[in-house]
């Protein structure tokens, strides 16, 4: 079975590439930018991925991400990242990038997209994994700040296909980057953003009516207003879940009371991803099979899933086609 399901193609839609650095290579890249690290070893820095909501996780993803800080950096993570995932069955890839959290240090928006999308490239070759590029915005700073990395970014526009909305969900209301959102729409980019990870159905009605997006990242919350399940149902709104993220986080005590499997009954298109797969204990494979084994998936309810995952991709008809 294990096999069977590795084989599926698959694609993911919802992976921080921030939230792909391993400890290994947190060290590694610490020790090339000699920077020093507050945890002694590999051992002490898992010890620490005990998280009790998105905030206690999102301090300390903040903190390795200081490590980050050439091209060849971003080039590394997102490489080792696409070698693992290409294991999992992985097809394609649409990968968020939180440019803020790295210009906010002094780095170069070039060295890290450019990074980035030369490791795509060089996957594309070597794993056959097609791509696409997600900005995220962290909704935690201000909408100006949003703004202004969107100006920093138009040079690279070109590699970019839709923005996102990522960070701490709670007080921070989709509302709240109506305009930047809007203006990312004119420019021409899709939209996504993360809604009812933590923070309640309205946010989720809020990331469709006034971002407009394309997918839900994450949206189990939903399932706590019936009418927006009809309405998600109703305009086949995807949902990027990712189950053991929210285990890790404390969405859900255990995976046996998650709701992905409900919301599929129901006719919700949900796909299945790894979120920070170096912080939540398993790569996007770990998840079908955690999903599988704690909630009754069946290996043909599996197989849609991953379905789901292609049609909800930003490829064009055909090139989903070729996928399926
Ligand atoms: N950034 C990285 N992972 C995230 C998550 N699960 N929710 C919100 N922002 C994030
Ligand atoms: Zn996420």
Redesign the pocket.
């Known amino acids: 079975m294990l096999e069977e399901l590795r084989k599926i193609p698959k694609a993911e839609l ?3 590439i921030e ?1 792909s650095l391993e400890p290994e290579l947190l060290f590694s890249i610490a020790e090339r930018n000699k920077i020093e690290l507050p945890y002694k070893s590999i051992d002490e820095v898992r010890q620490l991925y005990q998280f009790h909501n998105l905030q206690s996780f999102l301090d300390i993803y903040y903190q390795a991400t200081n490590v980050l800080k050439l091209k060849k950096d971003f080039y590394e993570l997102t490489y080792s990242y696409l070698e693992r995932v290409h294991r999992d069955g992985v097809c394609h890839v649409e990968i ?1 990038f939180d440019p803020q959290s790295h210009t906010s240090r002094g780095v170069l928006f070039s060295d890290v997209i450019e990074g980035i999308h030369e490791a795509l490239e060089q996957g594309k070759k070597d794993f056959n994994i097609s791509y696409f590029i997600i900005m ?1 915005f962290l909704r935690h700073l201000s909408e100006e700040d949003a703004l202004e990395i969107l100006e920093q970014s138009l040079p690279y526009k070109h590699l970019i296909k839709a923005v ?1 909305l ?1 960070s701490s969900e709670q007080g921070n209301p989709p509302s709240k980057f109506k305009t930047v959102f809007s203006k990312c729409k004119d420019l021409g980019f899709l939209t996504v953003a ?1 809604a009812g ?1 933590e923070g309640p159905p309205e946010y989720i009605w809020e990331a469709l009516n006034l971002l407009n997006v394309s997918r839900i ?2 949206g189990v919350r939903s399932i706590e207003d019936k009418k927006l399940i009809e309405q998600i149902i109703e305009n086949k709104i995807p949902l ?1 879940v ?1 189950p053991l ?1 929210n285990i890790k986080l404390k969405v859900y005590e255990d995976l046996k009371q998650h709701h992905i499997k409900e919301l599929f009954d129901l006719g919700v298109r949900v796909t299945i ?1 790894s ?2 797969p170096a912080y939540f204990g398993g790569y996007i494979l770990e998840n079908y099979i955690q999903c599988k084994n704690s909630l009754g998936f069946t290996f043909k309810d599996l197989c849609k899933i991953s379905k789901y995952s292609i049609e909800a991709s930003f490829l064009s008809q055909v090139e989903k086609d070729r996928l399926l």
């Open positions: 919802h992976i921080h939230g968020f995220s996102g990522d993360h990870e990242d994450h990027t990712c993220s991803n979120d920070d």
